[in-house]
Antibody, heavy 115, light 107 residues
Framework: EVQLVESGGGLVQPGGSLRLSCATS????????MTWVRQAPGKGLEWVAN????????NYVDSVKGRFTISRDNAKSSLYLQMDSLRADDTTVYYC????????WGQGTLVTVSS | DIQMTQSPSSLSASVGDRVTITCRAS??????LGWYQQKVGKAPKRLIY???SLQSGGPSRFSGSGSGTEFTLTISSLQPEDFAIYYC?????????FGPGTKVDIK
């Protein structure tokens, strides 16, 4: 069974940092692109970033470029999102998803940026 | 960035109805489009990929069509568990972009 479990969310002050993790199982992690998507409370979905199988290609939405870094550890079947210089509008639920088109999703982790 | 629009933004329908949702891209995206269902408090779930391919294990009442700039998601016979918000996603050009969503609720 394919499983993706996000962790690392929480309350952080504006300008602070947070690292999200996505632990996966049930598939060959190293064979898939991986994706982060976010959703503000009561709002729609926003694609954030993705990374190719060996980590050599990374893509970001403009609003997080230079602040967020996506990475992966294929030995641990895990995906990460390092978030720096956090702003209030980064307050959202962050989902990890398998593949370019997000075939499977985790349950999400909430990040709240507030003083 | 490619802008995705969806119509209608919401609709009310009855169990058994045929429902069609349209997604339009601001420029051609071939068939690089997915459809996702999201229920309240839950993560999205992909229904359709490559515009018309049914996700493994997905109900056959869901179908997708289209190519280029106009796409449709059709639910052939609406079931009680289908009341949700539906989103399209283009994954042709970075940054990938979602449509604003279509809420399907009970009439």
């Amino acid at each position: 069974e394919v499983q993706l479990v996000e962790s690392g969310g929480g309350l952080v002050q504006p300008g602070g940092s947070l690292r999200l993790s996505c632990a996966t199982s049930g598939f060959t992690f190293s064979s898939y692109w991986m994706t982060w998507v976010r959703q503000a409370p009561g709002k729609g979905l926003e694609w954030v970033a993705n990374i190719n199988q060996d980590g050599s290609e990374k893509n970001y939405v403009d609003s997080v470029k230079g602040r967020f870094t996506i990475s992966r550890d294929n030995a641990k079947s895990s995906l990460y999102l390092q978030m720096d210089s956090l702003r209030a509008d980064d307050t959202t639920v962050y989902y990890c998803a398998r593949g370019i088109g997000g075939g499977y999703w985790g349950q999400g982790t909430l990040v709240t940026v507030s003083s | 960035d490619i802008q995705m629009t969806q119509s209608p933004s919401s609709l009310s329908a009855s169990v058994g109805d045929r429902v069609t949702i349209t997604c339009r891209a601001s420029q051609g995206i071939r068939n690089d489009l997915g459809w996702y269902q999201q229920k309240v408090g839950k993560a999205p779930k992909r229904l359709i990929y490559a515009a018309s391919s049914l996700q493994s294990g997905g109900p056959s009442r869901f179908s997708g069509s289209g190519s280029g700039t106009e796409f449709t998601l059709t639910i052939s016979s609406l079931q009680p568990e289908d009341f949700a918000i539906y989103y399209c996603l283009q994954y042709n050009t970075y940054p990938f972009t979602f449509g604003p969503g279509t809420k399907v609720d009970i009439k």
